[in-house]
């Protein structure tokens, strides 16, 4: 499944943006969003200091 941003804990940091090796997570309006390339990975859910990403 793919990683979900909960974006009323999202800080906007973009720590994900570069943890993700598909370079799938971009940042609109100062939040993150979880792009189609999405290989279930979870390495931003490591990455992420506001615990805003969960796999679902
Ligand atoms: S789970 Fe992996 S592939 Fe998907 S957005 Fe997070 S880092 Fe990128
Ligand atoms: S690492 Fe977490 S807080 Fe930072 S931009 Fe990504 S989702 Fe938002």
């Not at 499944?1 to 100062?30: N, R």
């Not at 999405?38 to 506001?50: E, M």
Request: hydrophobic fraction near 40%.
């Amino acid at each position: 499944m793919p990683a979900v941003i909960e974006v009323s804990k999202c800080t906007g940091c973009e720590s994900c943006v570069g943890a993700c090796p598909v370079e799938t997570i971009t940042m609109q309006a100062g939040k993150a969003v979880v792009g189609d390339a999405c290989i279930d990975c979870g390495a931003c859910v490591g990455a992420c200091p506001c615990s805003a990403i969960e796999m679902k």
